[in-house]
């Protein structure tokens, strides 16, 4: 008799081990703030070769940049590219008409995570970063309750309020974020020396560890305590493109492409997980464009926009979808419940569709800018008169560039640059600039446009800038190739009310980031 207890018993801890049960397992893996435009385009034309966003912008070229957009993308997220792209499906990438993005009317990171892990938007009472509890029931929770997850849900983040987006405190299953030790049950050498090596290292940033510390705990984690269900929350790619680096948060999206490599073979090599893990890949929000690469959140264009990724057991092999959806990071929580066989309805009552890549809805009118012009000959037959910029100066109310054209010319001239100060009235005012600009080095230049309330900006015919509309300070940029010679400069702008500024910048071969100087502008 207790010899037969004894081979149960032992017979017990080998199905264990060996996953003799089939639940699914998932992984979740996010990436705070990557825009879908490296996901899917890899480095930007614009930010790659800038000294401004690279400390050696040559080595990140030789790193990053080729000639294509499939081998850009390729170079940076390799993994993403060859086996992501086989065994599942992605979304997010509009360039070809496949639209996700969050719901929540803040675009940043809490109100994203709580999104995705509650089923839906609650602007009201998730309206900030800190590290308080979700008033909302996550998804995550309601797994933890279930018999099959019980004890087997667990969290590791890089940023601190992560743990607390998804309540683990509240529903009783382990996390560990910013500078907090493993929370594995079988503690390993391994993560004893992660813990002392995390405790003795510098803190760079106050609420949140280097990357590499969540990897290197959660991949021991998953083979030390074999949880079911594993969220594993990145955090690099935000800090560094808030600092303004855009190698650095290039480097972060790479190495991330590497752990994401090393943990899907440690699970496919493991056979609790092989064959029956589902991973899901998302972000919690976008980032502006061009140089508001660096922000994100409600006054930022583009912001809202977001990518997913799934593959694994039971998602179709789709690779890179187009022109479907619109999909919506509220609906992580009702996809998550699919792949656990979970039932969820989210505090608000409604219960969401699960993202089906073969959806198809009315897409999202949106603003996306060509932000790359290409090479722009010099103008053959240009007849510059003498130094400045001619304009025409317009009053009355107008909400856009494009009613200037409509008003009365007030006063017409020659400035020397492209300068409002002579507006004889503080508000419901417009300018119409027009010059050459004189480019006496040929090669690749940026242009920013900073306005209060709208302008635009055209180069050879091109509308190559758009910050048009009623809005407080912005910034817009274009980059292209001049040649050298001149180039036909066009401004416009209007204030209606409040603040007003208006202010054209570029940045060119042996030109610092600087305004466009007065002994480069000639009229006609
Ligand atoms: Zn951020």
Redesign the pocket.
């Known amino acids: 008799m207790m010899k037969k207890l004894l081979y149960s018993l032992v017979m017990l801890a080998v199905l264990a081990s060996c996953g003799g049960d089939n639940d699914p397992r998932l992984v979740i893996i996010t990436f705070?703030?990557l825009r879908w435009q490296e996901v899917f385009d890899g480095a930007d034309s614009v930010l790659v070769g800038n000294p401004k966003y690279a400390s050696n912008p040559d080595a990140l070229k030789e790193a990053f940049w080729r000639p294509t957009v499939e081998e850009r993308r390729q170079a940076l997220m390799p993994f993403t590219w060859s086996y992501i792209v086989e065994n599942g499906y992605m979304v997010g990438n509009r360039t070809k008409g496949s639209q996700i993005q969050v719901t929540n009317a803040k675009n940043?990171?809490y109100p994203g995570y709580s999104e995705m892990f509650c089923g839906y938007a609650d602007d009201e009472r998730v309206a900030s970063n800190d590290p308080v509890p979700n008033p909302n029931k996550t998804v995550l929770e309601v797994a933890s309750e279930d018999p099959r997850y019980k004890g087997s849900v667990m969290v590791y983040a890089s940023w601190e309020s992560i743990r607390y987006a998804v309540n683990n405190d509240r529903g009783g299953f382990p996390g560990s974020s910013k500078y907090e030790p493993s929370i594995a049950k079988n503690q390993t050498p391994v993560l004893q020396l992660i813990d002392e090596m995390q405790e003795g290292m510098f803190h760079y940033w106050g609420s949140e560890r280097f990357d590499a510390f969540t990897y290197a705990y959660a991949i021991e984690t998953l083979k030390s305590d074999h949880p079911k269900v594993m969220y594993i929350g990145f955090g690099d790619t935000?800090e560094w493109?808030?600092a303004g680096k855009y190698d650095e948060y290039l480097r972060a999206a790479n190495y991330t492409d590497k752990y994401i490599r090393r943990i899907v073979e440690t699970c496919e090599s493991d056979p609790f997980y092989k064959g029956k893990t589902t991973y899901l890949l998302t972000c919690d929000?976008g980032r502006g464009y061009l140089s508001n690469f660096t922000n994100?959140g409600s006054g930022v264009r583009g912001s809202q926009n977001t990518w997913f990724m799934a593959f694994g057991k039971g998602v179709e092999r789709l690779g890179e979808t187009e022109n479907n959806g619109p999909f919506y990071n509220k609906q992580f929580a009702a996809t998550i419940a699919k792949v656990l066989g979970i039932d969820f309805t989210p505090d608000n009552g409604e219960k969401l569709e699960p993202i089906d890549p073969t959806f198809k809805g009315e897409p999202i009118e949106e603003y996306f800018p060509q932000t790359d012009f290409g090479k722009l000959p010099a103008i053959a037959n240009a007849k510059p008169k003498g130094r400045g910029v001619s304009y025409t100066y317009h009053e009355g109310q107008v909400k856009s560039v494009n009613e200037l054209e409509g008003l009365e010319v007030k006063a017409r001239g020659v400035l020397p640059n492209f300068q409002i100060s002579s507006a004889r009235v503080a508000d419901y005012y417009g300018f119409q600039y027009r010059a050459l600009l004189k480019i006496d080095k040929g090669g690749p230049y940026v242009f920013a446009l900073t306005s209060d309330d709208g302008s635009t900006l055209w180069i050879d015919g091109k509308h190559v800038i758009d910050n048009d509309g009623s809005h407080g300070s912005n910034t817009e940029e274009a980059r292209m190739e001049l040649e050298a010679g001149y180039h036909r400069i066009e401004v416009k702008y209007f204030q209606k009310t409040q603040g007003q500024g208006l202010g054209v910048v570029w940045q060119g071969p042996s030109i610092e980031e600087s305004a466009v100087p007065d002994d480069v502008l000639f009229h006609e």
């Open positions: 705070d703030g940043y990171s935000d493109a808030h929000h994100h």
